[in-house]
């Protein structure tokens, strides 16, 4: 991924993004082809692997023991070049965006696999659910268990992108997040948010 200075992140940005934006698209190579699968993934605890798993008949299983590339995307909107206080301007893009990329290895023991499951529905269940996986009938989660791949993603490398108009004046910065915050949609709201934390954090 290109990444001016002035847009990369910083390493627990980096973890904050992937806890924050767990549906990944998860790429590899197959026999010479590209293959792309949009999946959860969760960071392990010591930040050194990514876990989840594949449905059975996913060919992507077949990318054992090879080198995979799992894209993590943020909040993203356009930005107009009319909220500047200049007519020497274009139309850009803000966005946050995590790149990881690390060896896939299946995942075989038992309680390691009921362990990630347990992490995944703990994480995306919400605290007063009545869904608890230990109390559903433990032969259906075994039979259910058989049709997936689970596996873990050994960390080679990792790297995030933060195109928050760094590049730009403060004024015109707060006239952006000003026009920002007036439109309705979450990414907007969450792009003039995370461009405050950076004003806040640079003064």
């Known amino acids: 991924m290109?990444?001016?200075e002035y847009f990369k992140m910083e390493t627990d940005f980096i973890y904050k993004c992937i806890e924050e934006n767990p549906f990944s698209l998860l790429v590899s190579e197959i026999q010479g082809n590209l293959s792309a699968t949009h999946i959860p993934l969760?960071?392990?605890?010591?930040k050194q692997s990514l876990i989840g798993h594949f449905a059975k008949p996913n060919p992507q299983k077949e990318s054992l023991?090879?080198?995979?590339?799992?894209?993590?995307?943020?909040?993203?909107?356009y930005i107009s070049p009319s909220?500047?206080?200049?007519?020497?301007?274009?139309?850009t893009w803000n966005f946050t965006a995590v790149h990881v990329k690390g060896i896939l290895?299946?995942?075989?023991?038992?309680?390691?696999?009921?362990d990630s499951l347990l992490t995944l529905v703990n994480r995306f269940e919400s605290k007063d659910s009545s869904y608890k996986m230990d109390h559903v009938d433990t032969k259906?989660?075994?039979?259910?268990?058989?049709?997936?791949?689970?596996?873990?993603?050994?960390?080679?490398?990792?790297?995030?992108?933060a195109k928050l108009s760094q590049n730009h004046s403060e004024e015109r910065k707060k006239?952006?997040?000003?026009?920002?915050?007036?439109?309705?949609?979450?990414?907007?709201?969450?792009?003039a948010k995370l461009?405050?934390?950076e004003l806040t954090k640079g003064s």
């Open 140 to 161: 259906y989660i075994e039979g259910l268990k058989k049709g997936i791949v689970p596996f873990e993603i050994r960390i080679t490398s990792i790297e995030g992108k």
């Open 65 to 77: 023991g090879k080198e995979v590339l799992c894209i993590f995307s943020g909040p993203h909107c």
């Open 105 to 114: 290895n299946i995942v075989e023991d038992p309680n390691l696999i009921h």
């Open 83 to 91: 909220w500047y206080e200049t007519d020497r301007a274009v139309p």
């Open 175 to 191: 006239k952006v997040i000003s026009e920002l915050e007036l439109l309705p949609g979450e990414n907007e709201k969450a792009i």
């Open 195 to 197: 461009m405050k934390d």
């Open 42 to 46: 969760l960071l392990s605890k010591d």
């Open 2 to 4: 290109y990444i001016p």
